[in-house]
Nanobody, 115 residues
Framework: QVQLVESGGGTVQDGGSLRLSCAAS????????MHWYQQAPGKQRELVAA???????NYADSVEGRFSISRDNAKKTVYLQMNSLKPEDTAVYYC?????????WGQGTQVTVSS
């Protein structure tokens, strides 16, 4: 059974920081590209950061320079370090694992940035 379990969300003030974690089980984690998506109320789910199996990273323009994605294959965990948070970063953040035709989602974790 595949599980992706996010943690680390919460409420933080404008300019604050949070670190999200996503722990995977049931997959050969090192093979998978890992992604973080955000979904704000009334909006579509959007990709904010990605890290390939080889460690190459990509970011949405809106978070470039503020967010950092990393992975620990030994712990089967992907992280999203979020700095200089803004109210517009408020959303549910979802972890996604993808390898070929296989793709899995976590249940999401709420991040709220107050002004």
């Amino acid at each position: 059974q595949v599980q992706l379990v996010e943690s680390g969300g919460g409420t933080v003030q404008d300019g604050g920081s949070l670190r999200l974690s996503c722990a995977a089980s049931g997959i050969n984690f090192s093979l998978y590209a890992m992604h973080w998506y955000q979904q704000a109320p009334g909006k579509q789910r959007e990709l904010v950061a990605a890290i390939s199996s080889g460690g190459t990273t990509n970011y949405a323009d809106s978070v470039e320079g503020r967010f950092s994605i990393s992975r620990d294959n030994a712990k089967k965990t992907v992280y999203l370090q979020m700095n200089s948070l803004k109210p517009e970063d408020t959303a549910v953040y979802y972890c996604n694992a993808r390898w070929g035709k296989y793709g899995y989602w976590g249940q999401g974790t709420q991040v709220t940035v107050s002004s």
